[in-house]
């Protein structure tokens, strides 16, 4: 059974710092992997998607990186600025059959002015 | 302005109660879906459907119902069977094409739905 999980739970960062978030997922063989943004109290934004034939995907001061075969992605936020305190979650999908997905419990990023 | 719209936003159910939550996609969507959200949890996926009159049960379908009559809607019903109903719920809606290309499309999600117990 597929496991998504986030660490760390929670992180504090001055403005203006570069960082790494990761997920970390139990069966390599996924179709292809999201990382959302949630702010308090609404749903989610879709920031990246990366497909499993992908390496990487950069949206402006995001990039997202996916390593299948050891299970993992990051997201790297650069020049971190207090608008990007958020919840971010990544999500995979597990194969080309069902439009299921399966989500990570999240990192909550504040950065801090 | 395309979207996802759910409502209401706040939702109080009494004990024995059946309520239901609404979720409007206007994006031509094929797939939606149904997440519940706790706090300090991740998003764990109730029910979704691919097609029209066509659903699947997610990993915790116990206690809901849906429907998918049309393409545009998929409201989640949540019954006095669900123990625990208190939480936050969001609808979602991805689908397969861009133009020509065959390859996923980032899900979208409404602001969400919050159901307490009185």
């Known amino acids: 059974k597929q496991e998504v999980t986030q660490i760390p739970a929670a992180l504090s960062v001055p403005e203006g710092e570069n960082l790494v978030l990761n997920c970390s997922f139990t069966?390599?063989?996924?179709?292809?992997l999201q990382w959302f943004r949630q702010d308090p109290g609404k749903g989610l934004t879709s920031l990246l998607l990366?497909?499993?034939?992908?390496r990487e995907q950069t949206s402006g001061r995001l990039n997202a990186s996916l390593d299948k075969s050891s299970g993992r992605s990051t997201l790297y936020i650069a020049a971190s600025q207090p608008g990007d305190s958020a919840t971010y979650l990544c999500?995979?999908?597990?194969?080309?059959?069902?439009?299921?997905?399966?989500f990570g419990t999240g990192t909550r990023l504040k950065v801090l002015a | 302005d395309g979207g996802i719209t759910q409502s209401p936003k706040y939702l109080f159910r009494k004990e024995g109660q059946n309520v239901t939550l609404s979720c409007e996609q206007n994006?031509?969507?094929?797939?939606m879906y149904w997440y519940r959200q706790d706090p300090g949890q991740g998003l764990r996926l109730i029910y979704y459907?691919?097609?029209?009159?066509?659903?699947q049960k997610g990993d915790i379908a116990e206690g809901y119902s849906v429907s998918r009559e049309k393409k545009e809607s998929f409201p989640l019903t949540v019954t006095s069977a669900q123990k625990n109903p208190t939480a936050f719920y969001l609808c979602?809606?991805?689908?397969?094409?861009?133009?020509?290309?065959?390859?996923?499309?980032?899900?979208?999600f409404g602001d969400g739905t919050r159901l307490s117990i009185l």
């Open positions: 979602a809606s991805s689908t397969l094409r861009a133009g020509t290309v065959i390859a996923d499309q980032p899900q979208h």
């Open positions: 069966d390599s063989a996924i179709y292809n």
């Open positions: 990366i497909q499993s034939s992908q």
């Open positions: 999500a995979v999908r597990q194969d080309s059959g069902t439009y299921k997905y399966i």
């Open positions: 994006l031509n969507h094929d797939a």
């Open positions: 459907s691919q097609i029209v009159n066509d659903f």
